[in-house]
């Protein structure tokens, strides 16, 4: 039986047209009114910008800031406020119905995204998307510590979480992948068809060239 096309979407930049993590985080931290958290999280983010922290560091520090010893069901509460009240005044123009013509035909969807499984799923569910690959948090019993439990799904590791969710090597005859950024480029370079989403049109990756890929995508790479 011929598999059925398969078309990978990233989130942030590619569905939406703002970053998830950071809206999430700062939503949840104004409506628990956690002055703490929010007034490190610029010094937080200077550290990284100035690369004197990690991609990873960064993420754990600000999951742990905002969502150590929270329960599941307020950060539930809160993903479900999300995706009603945020999600849809920040659909991206060009991403979202590229997503529709992947459903409407019939052809499996999978959201890859670097964003933590707090929030993801809930999003995948609220866009009609089945399957999804995240950033998985830890949880003790029902309560976040806040801590990784997997790999920052980000990079070459997108595409190698990808590889094992499918147990796929290679990719499927009929595969799309859709991103925003150069964190995306080893996914769309490793599927059929990949496609960068910009703000007003996407670009259409062919040969594996990651440079060209790069120059297309422009300001964000």
């Known amino acids: 039986m011929t598999p059925r096309p398969i078309a990978i979407f990233d989130l942030d930049g590619t569905l939406t047209t ?20 929010l007034s490190m999280f610029p010094l937080r983010v200077a550290g990284y910008l100035l690369r004197v922290t990690k991609d990873v560091q960064l993420k754990q520090r600000l999951l742990e800031s905002f969502f150590g010893g929270v329960s599941r069901t307020e950060i539930r509460e809160h993903s479900d406020w999300f995706c009603r009240e945020w999600l849809p ?14 459903l409407e035909q019939n052809h499996r969807v999978v959201l890859l995204s670097a964003s933590p499984d707090l929030y993801v799923p809930d999003i995948a569910a609220a866009l009609g998307i089945r399957e999804t690959i995240c950033t998985r948090v830890e949880f003790a019993g029902e309560t976040c510590t806040g801590r990784l439990l997997s790999e920052n799904c980000k990079g070459e590791r997108k595409l190698t979480a990808l590889k094992h969710y499918l147990g796929w ?30 703000s007003r ?21």
Request: glycine share 8%; charged share 25%.
């Open 201 to 221: 049109k996407s670009v259409t990756i062919r040969g594996n060239d990651a440079l060209a890929a790069s120059r297309a995508a422009g300001e964000r790479v």
């Open 18 to 37: 703002r970053d998830t993590f950071v809206s999430f985080l700062l939503t949840f931290g104004r409506r628990r009114r956690l002055y703490a958290a």
């Open 169 to 198: 090597e290679s990719p499927a005859v009929e595969s799309f992948a859709y991103g925003d950024s150069r964190h995306d480029l080893p996914v769309l370079n490793w599927v059929g068809r990949g496609v960068l989403v910009k």
């Open 89 to 102: 005044r920040h659909r991206h123009p060009v991403g979202i119905p590229l997503l529709q013509e992947h």
